[in-house]
């Protein structure tokens, strides 16, 4: 449980902020890995969205081969280390283990795979070179698990890979908008520097808009969209526009950009929205040492989309939930923020698709000084309708080949968020960028459509 007062002492804060999965030892990790059945057709690693073949990784753990074992995770996922750190093993690769249709716990598997990757990189050891040069010279847009994947892969190949990233910091929600105590900063970055290490140019600061991206068309041979998501979308109630009204994912990048003492942070805090991140920032602002947080979310516990064990861990850090309340205003006085209004609802039908239906006469404020929007991205609209001949769904997503990454426009390809359907975790941005670069790599090398 993280220490709690009005004024927590930077110590207190790196305490509150410690890894909350604290790595296994070299004895410990042959202990778990002995608890492996080695399944054939191993139902962990079709769970697992980048296929990374689990049970051989883990008989080398145990047979004290630990830089192979992290050889075999990283030749799936390159993102390796960082995935044993915010993966959802729950619902993925544990999630199937065969040890929980035995009515025993699972291997833990993503704390194997933590033990494997950091012995590799404790080494320095460094897996990859760049294939023989093709020639071929491909433009990413966006440095996040995906693009920089998709520039991995093709440098392994041979091709060249320049990266532009609009951040001055490249890796994404991976670097900066997931918790500080599920990964650091510093961490995440090891795993860009693995990347960049076979000779990837990457650009901080290069913001690429329609005309840029034209550009880049032209003088490449490929391009791959990977710019994920954009701000988070609004709610378009009065006080929105307040500064103690802040954005999920400004929220979380403080804690991975400034000194936990310097992150802004109220007594009492409201996070509105019901996901992953809405949980994140929720847990965040208890370790800033908010006295009181609540999550505020205007559907029903079972409509949460939130993972079981993410709410399991908010209740157990004294989050509170409260279900079926709408937001109508940031109230205000004084300049200040002092609450959030909102109305009482209820659901006629099931699941996502039901309708929601105010109560009557049902307002009600929930008192706070600092509130954070936790409402999903919106697509990056005005680059995607720059571009001419770009399909976008009606979820104003990229329209792809789910084969290659291919879009309607020559040329150009695309992965991860700005083409899913729905935000996605790390290890699925890392698999669209395998596809995607595999699906590059044929074109370029077989004349595959998309050239």
Request: charged content about 20%; glycine content about 8%.
């Amino acid at each position: 449980m993280p220490t709690r007062n009005s004024k927590p002492t930077l110590k207190q804060l790196k305490q509150n902020f410690a890894d909350v999965h604290p790595p296994l030892t070299p004895d410990e990790a042959i202990t778990e890995s002995s608890r492996c059945l080695f399944c054939y057709d191993a139902p962990c690693t079709r769970a697992c969205p980048t296929h990374i073949d689990i049970p051989s990784f883990i008989r080398k753990i145990m047979h004290k081969d630990n830089v192979g074992s992290a050889g075999t995770i990283l030749d799936s996922n390159i993102f390796g280390g960082s995935c044993a750190r915010v993966c959802p093993t729950e619902v993925l690769c544990e999630g199937a283990c065969v040890d929980n249709t035995m009515l025993n716990a699972p291997v833990q598997i993503g704390k194997l795979q933590r033990f494997a990757c950091d012995t590799a990189h404790d080494q320095s050891f460094n897996f990859y070179q760049p294939g023989p040069d093709t020639g071929q010279h491909v433009a990413i847009i966006g440095a996040g698990p995906a693009g920089l994947t998709c520039a991995h892969e093709l440098r392994k190949k041979g091709h060249r890979a320049t990266v532009h990233e609009a951040r001055s910091v490249a890796g994404g929600l991976n670097t900066l908008g997931i918790a500080a105590y599920k990964i650091t900063t510093e961490f995440a970055l090891t795993e860009v520097d693995r990347i960049l290490h076979l000779g990837i140019d990457l650009k901080l600061k290069s913001r690429i808009d329609g005309a840029k991206l034209a550009k880049l068309l032209d003088s490449h041979d490929a391009v791959c969209l990977a710019v994920g998501l954009g701000n988070t979308a609004p709610l378009n109630i009065p006080g929105e526009d307040h500064k103690d009204v802040m954005e999920s994912l400004e929220f979380l990048f403080q804690t991975h950009t400034k000194p936990l003492n310097k992150c802004r942070i109220g007594k009492h805090v409201v996070v509105i929205g019901g996901g992953n991140t809405a949980i994140d920032a929720a847990n965040a602002a208890i370790r800033l040492g908010a006295e009181s947080v609540t999550i505020a979310y205007r559907r029903d516990k079972q409509s949460m989309p939130a993972f079981d064990h993410e709410y399991e861990f908010a209740l157990a850090s004294n989050v509170d939930f409260l279900f079926n309340a709408k937001p109508k205003r940031f109230m205000t006085k004084a300049g200040k923020v002092t609450g959030l209004r909102c109305t009482r609802t209820r659901l006629q039908g099931k699941g996502r698709n039901a309708k929601l239906v105010s109560v009557p006469n049902s307002d009600h404020t929930i008192p706070a000084d600092f509130i954070v929007k936790a409402l999903g991205q919106e697509p990056l609209l005005d680059l995607l309708k720059s571009v001419p001949k770009l399909k976008i769904n009606r979820k104003n997503r990229i329209v792809v080949d789910q084969t290659t990454g291919a879009t309607s426009v020559k040329n150009l390809f695309a992965a991860g968020d700005c083409q899913a359907d729905t935000m996605e975790e790390v290890v699925n941005a890392v698999q669209r960028g395998k596809i995607t670069a595999a699906g590059i790599h044929a074109m370029l090398t077989e004349g595959s459509p998309g050239r």
